[in-house]
């Protein structure tokens, strides 16, 4: 079935307060984060086609799960990628709660305080910590790239008119990367003829260099998508 209208089915059949309201497509829908863990815990993946996105059969599903296991080398995997970080921002990540979640929390990690708060790291990943610089490198994430789904969003975007920017409810678009730190945002068009459109907009202006760089990026986006000619906008309104 189509994952709309399977969204559609599912959203009639939860509580109101599962769901909201998508003002684009003038219906009510049931949270993202909700449908694919139940989807998951229910035996269905999502196959996509083109712009077609359709749910099909799990292979080899073994059933809905009993009861949870593994909880601890996710919260694990996660201080790998995102940490240090609060037991809050792992159980954001998860869809759990900080209560839940302290039950299972793995010991043997090294504590420290991140603006007035307690966060958490693997202490083996310490001495990588202490000596990590920021690289120069530019780059043009895409929207679900894993360094833009950490939940403490204030320390990877201090502003908050920047966050709505770059999180919004549907349609997220890209995060420009300069030297470790968000530093705007980018969007792709398909244009004709195997044309790609990258609209830039940046926080604050850009020096040339990084402006060379962007356009070094955005040929590598054109090569991943098959495009034949790029063009770069960069939008400082």
Known sequence: MDKGEVSRAV???IPAELSYDCRACAARHVSGAL?????????????????????????QWPGPPEAAAGTAALVLAYLRLHGP???GDVA???GTTATELRRVWPSG??????DGRSAWLSADRLDALRTAEPGPLVRLLPPGDPFLQARDR?????????QQQLWRMLGNPGALLVAGEVAGTWRARQAA??????????FARLSKRIGREVDAEAETV???????????RVDTD
């Open 85 to 87: 970080a609060t037991v």
């Open 92 to 94: 954001g990540f998860l």
């Open 193 to 202: 003829r195997g044309r790609l459109e990258l609209t830039v907009t940046p």
């Open 35 to 59: 449908f694919q863990q139940a989807g998951l815990a229910g035996g269905v993946r999502l196959v996509v086609s083109g712009r077609s996105a359709r749910l099909a059969p799990l292979a």
């Open 154 to 162: 204030d320390l990877l975007v201090p502003e908050r008119a920047h």
């Open 11 to 13: 959203s009639d059949h």
């Open 222 to 232: 054109g090569a991943a998508r098959g495009a034949t000619e790029v063009r770069v």
């Open 109 to 114: 990690l090294a504590e420290m305080r991140v």
